[in-house]
């Protein structure tokens, strides 16, 4: 594929992923579990973001 249709689909792709994950977070903290509750699963989220984050760069945008 060409390298402007890999930043596409990767950022299309980077964009459900969040979307998934950081509603799903939300819904974790705003239901039974609570702010504490959620807060452990939020942290993790926001890492395994910007380690999705970190390897799109990699790949798609930085890529020679």
Do not use: Q
Request: proline letters at 2%; one cysteine or more.
């Amino acid at each position: 594929m060409s390298r402007l249709t890999n930043i596409i689909m990767g950022l299309i792709g980077i964009g459900l992923m969040m979307t998934f994950i950081l509603g799903l977070a939300h819904s974790i903290s705003t239901g039974f579990a609570g702010f504490r509750g959620g807060l452990p699963f939020l942290c993790i989220a926001v890492f395994v973001i910007a380690l999705a984050l970190y390897n799109f760069w990699e790949d798609a945008v930085k890529k020679d």
